[in-house]
């Protein structure tokens, strides 16, 4: 369809929306778009059975975010939000809602215009997680040495009356 093999790229370093490249002038922000075209977005299996659909569905499919996103970097441009920081989660949230109630006026806030404008991730940095939980196995405690003490004088008391009690003499 677009003539030999091709990749998305994304425009400006600071962008994160692709653009049409030839093979190999790609890098790990296209796959991150990829990533989210596959997980967020829900395309990991295309619906079409053909493979020329399928291609068509894809293609489609990767405009048709381009294009959400591009809607969201011009509505967060202008709040100030810097393109590294706009939610592609939030903003489907937003467009799904706004397709889902299409019949009835939005609520307050609830506008697709409100809603994409509230697609931001936040600013806080993340901590790396991965060795969170690490080692994942319990390690016990060696029992050690034992502690011995001489007994004080109840305990010896005691002793003796456990040792001189009767049996019960209890049978099953």
């Known amino acids: 369809m677009l003539g030999g093999p091709a990749f998305f790229k ?3 370093p600071d962008s ?11 890098d790990w922000k296209t796959e991150l778009f990829y990533r989210h075209f596959k997980q967020t977005f829900e395309r990991r299996k295309l619906r079409s ?12 499919s990767l405009l048709g975010l381009w294009a ?15 393109p590294k920081r706009i939610s592609i989660a939030g ?8 397709l889902r109630e299409y019949k009835s006026p939005p609520d307050p806030g609830e506008s697709l215009y409100e809603m994409v404008g509230k697609a931001v991730i936040d600013p806080y940095r993340r901590a790396d997680k991965s060795s969170r ?4 196995k319990k390690q016990g ?10 007994a004080t004088k109840a305990q010896i008391h005691a002793a003796k009356e ?3 009690q009767l049996p019960l003499r209890l049978t099953a």
Not at 69 to 79: C, F, G, N, P, R
Not at 91 to 98: I, K, N, T
Not at 141 to 150: H, M, T
Request: aromatic share 10%; charged share 20%; proline share 9%.
């Open 68 to 82: 959400m996103m591009l809607h969201a970097q011009v509505i967060l441009s202008e709040k100030g939000v810097p």
């Open 49 to 60: 059975h053909r493979a020329a659909n399928a291609e068509l569905e894809a293609i489609w």
């Open 16 to 26: 994160r929306f692709p653009v049409v490249l030839p093979w190999g002038q790609y």
């Open 141 to 150: 405690q060696a029992a050690g040495a034992p502690k011995v003490r001489n």
């Open 133 to 136: 939980e690490y080692p994942r």
């Open 162 to 164: 456990i040792r001189d």
């Open 91 to 98: 903003v489907l949230l937003g467009y799904r809602s706004a």
């Open 10 to 12: 994304l425009l400006p």
